[in-house]
């Protein structure tokens, strides 16, 4: 709309200044000046249609030169389209006849005219196209090179998270096997079944929270045979946010953090409670242990650390990881639950 106003007004403009010019020097009739800003008006619009408008005729070639010569054909059109709408108002107004394509000369005049002032105008438009899809194109480069960044970053941290639960789990079941070979061997298990999971999970970066469940299930499982009745756990979790997207293995690391130091630590028996529930928008986690309180200045372990990174490379600043120690002692992820993926998810 405002390209439209910006236009009418140049047009007008032009037109009243060379109707006042021929009011003055040649012809002293009102009629003339209002004959100058309609036929300004007519061939000036038009003139502008055509070189705003001219992608949907250029697209026929791809060749510049053909290009060109489209948008000359445009503008003679527009001249002569122009000329003959402003020999109708004319008639119209003064009540002469109107006699179609009779204009001699002033087809010429005009069409000169606007070659002169639209070809100009034409270059440089064509020069911001140009421009602007370059400018567009390298933008779009800077963002692939950003969501493969952004990918290639949460490989790292998913190629970390794996070989550290693995090194955890396979000196669990060493320690097993001279003591309790059964054990070792439901361990052995349940780790292929972890891990086989895992793998059929690897390309994704995020997943249900129902597939979230099943690898800390399958976790908390492994280490209740490991630890038997000095570790209890439960989880709970609303049945709504079973289907909402989530960042893959982000809780078995806190999950693994709560067993470290809320069981293996303790002498005495000890729980792990996992809650998640949506509220509003928002997704929130809560996984407590039985454990002795977090330091006042708690140090983020490699766990914790590597949830933290790979939350802020999706979420950015929306997500909220808190520690908490009374009147329980908990760790609590808010995340945004939504259905689809976030950027930066695949």
Known sequence: MQLVIKTLL????????????LYFTYDHRPIRIIVSVLSSVNIGSLMMLAIYHRHYFTV???????????????????????????FLMRALLTGERYV???????????????????????????????LNARILHQQYRVLQLEQQQTVFELELLR???????LYNMHNT????????????????LLLSRFFRFTLNKDS????????????????????????ENRMGYHID????????????????????????????????????DVSILQEGTQLLIRIADSGPAFPDTPVSGMGLQMVMNKLKLLYADDFKIELNNTPEKYVRITIPGRDHHPAGGR
């Open 173 to 188: 079941i060493a320690g097993l096997i001279s003591k309790d070979p059964l054990k070792a061997e439901e361990l052995v």
């Open 159 to 165: 190629a970390k998270i794996n070989p550290h639960f």
């Open 10 to 21: 140049i047009c007008i403009l032009i037109g009243s200044a060379f109707g006042l010019y």
């Open 237 to 272: 979790v609303d049945p709504a946010a079973l289907h909402l997207q989530i960042p893959s293995f982000i809780l078995q690391p806190v999950v693994e953090n709560a067993v470290k130091h809320g069981i293996e630590t303790s002498t005495t028996s000890g729980s792990i």
């Open 204 to 227: 994704a970066t995020f997943h249900t929270v129902r597939d979230e469940l099943e690898i800390i299930s399958t976790y908390l499982h492994m280490q209740q045979i490991r630890y």
């Open 100 to 130: 179609a394509f009779e204009g001699g000369s002033t087809y010429i005049l005009n069409i000169l005219i606007v070659m002169v002032t639209a070809m100009p105008l034409y270059v440089s438009e064509e020069w911001k196209s140009m």
């Open 60 to 86: 026929l070639s791809a060749y510049q030169p053909v290009k060109v010569m489209i948008m000359i054909v445009l503008l003679v059109l527009a001249a002569l389209l122009g000329s003959e709408l402003t």
